[in-house]
């Protein structure tokens, strides 16, 4: 409807203050991975589902086949080889944490959950004190629930991070349909080695908003020796791209901050650049060139690396596995017992990119959002 021409001389005025009190805002965002708004998919589904989800959970419990670990147990009577049972998880840290990558921190922290116990034995673990030695609190699913109502309440965080989860799934399940009825309104981040079964991605699946999968080790020689279990990159194949599939790239709001998607996550070992350079073209080329990817280069020896070799100075050094160690070495794992070169990082980073991968967790060029 055209505008009364009496009318006209008020408007004109008014509209060019506000488009100079208003400018252009440069955020730099890509519209693909741009979200007006978020609801976290643990609300959307329907209280049936929600119902399904729960008698599976305590099915997968009384026969644990939830990794590729395929331990069998009924973990209502005894454990299998993460030593988690059934009704409670051990947890050993739940607070903001400032450790992560910006779009998942923010400014006020992932509201993270570091549970003990893992279904990996990295022998460079870089949090061996927690994944490997079950020192913590025991939480049921309903207690945990309550945990993510303080991350949210009080501590005010953008996420629930559930760190090493994968042996805990089931209670990580209840934990989160017991949450969404508490009031939780925050995007949930499943923060795994990939080292998961497809049987236990599918329960999660409508309840995790973010992926966060590392991508370890490419070859079976190298999984068998530096994280004790065979196939590990075939499984992280797998759950990788069984993850997209169920979530896509990674979105953002126009706050920058995450809220759906995968983000995978390489840390580069030192002397292993040739296996990094492998897994970010399979990432291009098999499960998508707008994948977000962190190429991380904070290795540092821990754990097992660096510690003196078993049996006196002058016995032969056999790691686990019965794996001979390098001829005159002093202490096992010296391969790796040193800091990643930045070199090496950088030529990681370069594969990636000239295999088609674009979106990095970095500091971005151009003064906006890396989104
Ligand atoms: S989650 Fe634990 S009990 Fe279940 S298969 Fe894996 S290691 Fe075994």
Not at 60 to 78: A, I, M, Q
Not at 222 to 237: G, I, P, V
Not at 357 to 368: I, M, N
Request: charged share 25%; aromatic share 8%.
């Amino acid at each position: 409807m055209a505008l009364s021409s009496r009318f006209r001389p008020f408007l004109r005025p008014v509209f060019r203050v506000s488009l100079r009190a208003q400018p252009r805002r440069a955020l730099h965002l890509a519209p693909p991975w741009l979200l007006d708004d978020y609801v976290p998919r643990y609300h959307l589904i329907s209280s049936i589902d929600a119902a399904k989800k729960r008698s599976l959970a305590y099915a997968h419990l009384r026969e644990c086949n939830l990794c590729p670990r395929l331990c069998g147990v009924n973990r209502y009577e005894k454990t299998g080889v993460c030593l988690i049972g059934a009704e409670k998880v051990k947890v050993n840290t739940i607070a903001p944490h400032f450790g992560e990558e910006p779009c998942l921190q923010g400014h006020n922290g992932s509201g993270s959950v570091f549970f003990s116990g893992c279904n990996l034995r990295c022998v460079f673990c870089q949090n061996h004190d927690i994944a490997h030695q079950r020192n913590g609190f025991d939480l049921t699913p309903e207690e945990l629930a309550e945990w993510y109502m303080k991350l949210q309440e009080v501590g005010r965080c953008h996420n629930i991070n559930l760190v090493t989860p994968e042996h805990v799934v089931p209670q990580v399940v209840l934990s989160i349909l017991h949450a969404r009825e508490l009031g939780l309104r925050l995007p949930i981040v499943y923060n795994t080695s990939a080292f998961d079964s497809l049987e236990s991605l599918e329960l999660l699946d409508g309840l995790v908003d973010i992926y966060l999968p590392d991508f370890k080790v490419w070859s079976n020689a190298t999984s068998k020796r530096l994280l004790k279990a065979d196939n590990y990159a075939a499984t992280a194949m797998e759950s990788i791209k069984a993850m997209h599939a169920q979530v896509g790239d990674l979105c953002f709001t126009g706050d920058g901050i995450a809220k759906k998607g995968v983000l995978v996550r390489h840390l580069v070992m030192p002397g292993k650049e040739d296996e990094g350079k492998e897994i970010v073209r399979w990432l291009a080329e098999n499960v998508s060139k707008d994948m977000m990817v962190h190429i991380m280069e904070q290795y540092f020896p821990r754990a097992h690396v660096g510690k003196p070799r078993r049996g006196g100075k002058d016995a032969e050094v056999v790691e686990p596995g019965g794996v001979p160690a390098a001829e005159g070495a002093k202490v096992r794992y010296a391969d790796i017992n040193r800091p990643v070169d930045l070199k090496e990082v950088a030529s990681v980073t370069q594969a990636a990119r000239e295999a088609g991968l674009w979106r990095f967790v970095e500091a971005p060029k151009h003064g906006g959002f890396n989104i």
